[in-house]
Nanobody, 122 residues
Framework: QVQLVESGGGLVQAGGSLRLSCAFS????????MGWFRQAPGKDREFVAY????????DYADSVKGRFTTSRDNAKNTVYLQMNNLKPEDTAVYFC???????????????WGQGTQVTVSS
């Protein structure tokens, strides 16, 4: 069974940066594609980014492309989301999730963290 724990959220001004971390435990981290999703109040959960199990391929939502970067350290069983030039519309709870296939579809991610709040003030 996979357990995921996010950290690194907080309050930041527009234009600022945050780095989220997601610690993975329970099974073999290097076999999983890792995704990031977010959910703002009153909105559906939306795809943000994912990274291939080897780390050699990443995919991003258009809304964050060029500002967010996901990476992973398979030796530390951790995936990261570096968020730069944050905007108020990035305010949401951010979740990491694990999948055995490369996908943007949240239904294909079978394990989820508890989420971490990111708030961007204008």
């Amino acid at each position: 069974q996979v357990q995921l724990v996010e950290s690194g959220g907080g309050l930041v001004q527009a234009g600022g940066s945050l780095r989220l971390s997601c610690a993975f435990s329970g099974l073999t981290f290097s076999t999983y594609f890792m995704g990031w999703f977010r959910q703002a109040p009153g909105k559906d959960r939306e795809f943000v980014a994912y990274i291939r199990s080897s780390g050699g391929f990443t995919d991003y939502a258009d809304s964050v492309k060029g500002r967010f970067t996901t990476s992973r350290d398979n030796a530390k069983n951790t995936v990261y989301l570096q968020m730069n030039n944050l905007k108020p519309e990035d305010t949401a709870v951010y979740f990491c999730a694990a999948s055995l296939i490369p996908t943007r579809n949240s239904n294909n991610f079978h394990s989820w963290g508890q989420g971490t709040q990111v708030t961007v003030s204008s």
